[in-house]
């Protein structure tokens, strides 16, 4: 059995690279903001099964492969950086759009989708799934230890991402969203437009 020291090193570990700000986090708080709570759950729930699926990746010990297969790890860094970059321009054209133009609401059924490729496209997850589980983990733990942190993992990246979505959908907090959308969202297209262009020189200095 898996120590319980282990797994708070893993879970603390993970919890840190999870929580701290970055693309996924900055989006499912947007969405919260601009479409409520329904949406930023929804959008948070996607972004949790696509990094359980990169947890189950790297568990499983193909992080390792995907680390040594350049080819593939440099398409994903493409179709990831080339995603953040379609998310810039969503975020830059809301910035340009006056107020009370359409609201964000109306996409409320692809926040799923939307969340689950924003992680799924993201390659960087593998290598923080790695460094998290090397934490409390060693050659001599089986399987059960395995699915142990995985799962205590997979259940805080989805609180992190339900937390974010609960407090940026708190009334007050959308109200001063509204109020400063178009700032904001400006904001949050340039940060989308760094990270993008981020993993597309990642993936072409190879």
């Known amino acids: 059995m898996i120590e319980f020291e282990s797994i708070a090193a893993i879970a603390l570990a993970f919890f840190i690279v999870t929580v701290s700000p970055g693309p996924a986090n900055i989006a499912v708080a947007t969405v919260a903001m601009s479409s409520g709570r329904p949406g930023g759950l929804l959008f948070g729930l996607g972004l949790s099964v696509g990094l359980a699926f990169w947890g189950v990746v790297a568990a499983t010990g193909m ?11 440099i398409a994903l860094k493409i179709a990831g950086g ?4 379609w998310l810039a321009l969503q975020s830059a054209r809301s910035a340009i759009k006056p107020s009370g133009s359409a609201s964000a609401k109306s996409y409320r059924g692809r926040w799923f989708t939307r969340g689950l490729i924003l992680n799924l496209s993201n390659p960087k997850a593998v290598v923080a799934w790695m460094a998290a589980l090397s934490m409390g983990l060693g050659s001599g733990d089986n399987a059960t230890a395995v699915v142990t942190a995985l799962l205590v993992c997979v259940a805080l990246g989805f609180v992190n ?26 904001v949050v297209a340039g940060l989308f437009a760094l990270a993008g262009f981020g993993l597309l020189r990642a ?3 190879r």
Do not use: E, K
């Not at 992080?63 to 790890?73: K, P």
């Not at 080339?82 to 970059?85: A, E």
């Open 63 to 73: 992080g390792a492969v995907l680390q040594g297969a350049s080819h593939l790890l």
């Open 82 to 85: 080339l995603y953040l970059l």
């Open 203 to 205: 993936a072409f200095s």
């Open 161 to 186: 991402y339900a937390g974010y979505a609960l407090v940026f959908s708190i009334s007050g907090v959308m109200s001063g969203y509204s109020r400063a959308r178009r700032w904001i969202d400006g």
